[in-house]
């Protein structure tokens, strides 16, 4: 006989054995989200409102914020359901939904972080050529094949990864319905789906990661090359809140998914980082290094 599961429902399990924290731990999560939706819903309506910033890296921060935002809203709410109402169980159906708007969000994140860094390439390096090369139109078919690639790519890896089947427990430790914690129940059909897993992590991964390190090399060089200290410190200013995004963004995510699973707290502890707490902080590295998103954001509270 074959020892397989047919699985109706999963039950997630994301903090075993802290039933009497749960209070402190919703609350946690509820600001979070709260000041994640606030501060990038800010960046979002000031960006469209203020003219002054309706140029391309300012389009990428506000596809950002689009971003952060959808992070946490596939992820946080229904946890917080969970904790507020005791009840862990979740449908087949609702967590592949959320996997698939989740994995597209991620996505979409890798990519949108290389584009900013070939922004910052742009306006650095060749300068004289960066209203041609991102004008309006290829901003805006940009952000559509961001989206495009983003959801396409989903769709594949869900599709494939419903081919799959549990032979050991439908119990995920974790906050949500996240593709490492399923591929762990999982022993059947999975050749498919690990050959989509690293065509994607070449293309998808890899190559946005690859480019966003080359466009740095060739910025770092014109910087160094540049004989004013001023002009050297404004430009590395212009790059320094991209820096500090990626670096926390793909440190977390390095940490999540390529350290060992020996430690459920761990897990859960570095997914939280980078799908909640990573989102709620990147509007405030902008508006914190970014004197025009200032500004803007004063001008907009007064």
């Known amino acids: ?75 946080v709410p229904k946890l917080l359901h969970m904790l507020f109402s005791g009840n862990h169980i979740v449908s087949f159906s609702q ?47 940009i952000t559509i094949g961001i989206w495009a690639a983003a959801f396409l790519n989903s769709l594949v890896l869900v599709v494939s990864a419903l081919n799959m089947t549990s032979c050991h427990s439908n119990i995920i430790h974790q906050t949500f319905c996240d593709m490492r914690s399923l591929t762990r129940i999982i022993c059947t059909g999975t050749t498919m789906f690990f050959v989509i897993i690293g065509i994607e992590i070449l293309i998808l991964s890899s190559v946005p990661v690859l480019g966003t390190c080359i466009s740095y090399v060739n910025i770092f060089k014109i910087i160094f090359k540049m004989k004013s200290k001023e002009s050297r410190r404004k430009a590395f200013s212009t790059c320094s809140s991209h820096i500090t995004i990626i670096t926390i963004y793909y440190g977390a995510c390095l940490a999540e998914y390529l350290m060992p699973a020996y430690s459920d707290f ?11 707490i990573v989102p709620m902080i990147n509007p405030i590295i902008y508006s914190l290094q970014n004197a025009n998103v200032q500004s803007a954001l004063l001008k907009f509270i007064k």
Not at 41 to 46: E, F, G, L, M
């Open 1 to 75: 006989m074959k020892n397989e599961t047919s699985i109706n429902f999963f039950y997630i399990l994301p903090f075993s054995g802290e039933a009497r924290n749960k209070p402190l731990i919703s609350t946690f999560f509820c600001l979070i989200y709260l000041i994640g939706v606030l501060v990038n819903s800010s960046i979002i309506t000031v960006i469209f409102l203020e003219v002054q910033l309706h140029k391309p890296m300012y389009l990428f921060i506000c596809n950002l914020s689009v971003i952060d935002i959808f992070y946490t809203s596939v992820t």
């Open 266 to 276: 761990l897990d859960v502890t570095f997914n939280v980082v980078y799908t909640n």
């Open 95 to 141: 967590c592949y939904t959320q996997l698939y708007f989740f994995l597209a969000v991620a996505v979409a994140e890798e990519i949108l972080l290389f584009i900013m860094a070939y922004d910052r390439y742009v306006a650095i390096c060749i300068p004289l050529h960066y209203h041609q090369i991102l004008s309006q139109r290829n901003c805006i078919l």
